[in-house]
């Protein structure tokens, strides 16, 4: 089993829509979680950081399940804007470095 | 502020040429690092810092060499540049290991 895995996608929504995507991690230890976006040929900027059940910014939301060892990320109301990939990473702890998913691409579409 | 930059933005070489990719933040962050992203492979630790004079291997080291002889600067070096390091360089820094900042990225082809 990966230690980060994501469904790749393409997740493709009509403008408005909401959309949730799934990240799961293996280690059981884990401290702390992170969405970044990356636009294409762009690099991964930081989105939203998780550091206990779930955090909140906006549009977006992200949501903690230890005892089932995944994050989600939801979008509401869905902006042609929000077409990225976006990546799961993860902070495994005892100060080893963050293991990063392979990204799940969103395609909002008009 | 600038945050993160990366020179060159494009480079070709030629196997066995040498080169050096610079990164410089503004922010005065301790910890930077240099990642590579190949399709289907996401991102990969090449090598990171946590402070001026400090360096450490990452996930895929060989191949590279790296200095932070400044704190605002992490150089990456390739001094025998293979087919295999045609990627997309990314430096990051950051306050802790957790919450990075990346730069524009380096997109290296080697013929």
């Known amino acids: 089993r990966k230690e980060v895995e994501q469904d790749p996608g393409p997740f493709n929504v009509p403008e408005g829509a909401t959309v949730a995507f799934n990240c799961t991690y293996s280690?059981?230890?884990?401290?702390?979680f992170f969405w970044y976006r990356q636009d294409c040929r762009k690099e991964p900027k930081l989105l939203m950081s998780?550091?206990?059940?779930?955090n909140e910014d906006g549009r977006f939301t992200a949501q903690l399940n230890r005892a089932s060892q995944y994050i989600s990320l939801l979008i509401r109301d869905s902006k042609l804007s929000d077409s990225a990939t976006y990546l799961c990473?993860?902070?495994?702890?005892?100060?080893?470095?963050?293991?990063w998913g392979l990204g799940t691409s969103l395609a909002v579409n008009p | 502020n600038a945050g993160v930059t990366q020179t060159p933005k494009f480079r070709v070489l030629k196997t066995g040429q040498s080169m050096t990719l610079l990164c410089a933040q503004d922010?005065?962050?301790?910890?930077m690092y240099w990642y590579r992203q190949d399709p289907g492979m996401g991102l990969r630790l090449i090598h990171y810092?946590?402070?001026?004079?400090?360096?450490a291997k990452g996930e895929v080291p060989d191949g590279y060499n790296v200095s932070r002889l400044k704190k605002q600067n992490f150089l990456l070096g390739l001094e025998s540049a293979a087919p295999s390091q045609t990627s997309v360089y990314f430096c990051?820094?950051?306050?802790?290991?957790?919450?990075?900042?990346f730069g524009p990225g380096t997109r290296l082809t080697v013929t």
């Open positions: 990051a820094s950051g306050l802790s290991h957790y919450e990075q900042y």
């Open positions: 922010m005065n962050h301790e910890y």
């Open positions: 810092s946590v402070g001026e004079g400090t360096t």
């Open positions: 280690n059981s230890a884990s401290q702390s």
């Open positions: 998780v550091y206990s059940s779930g």
């Open positions: 990473v993860v902070n495994p702890g005892n100060n080893r470095k963050l293991i």
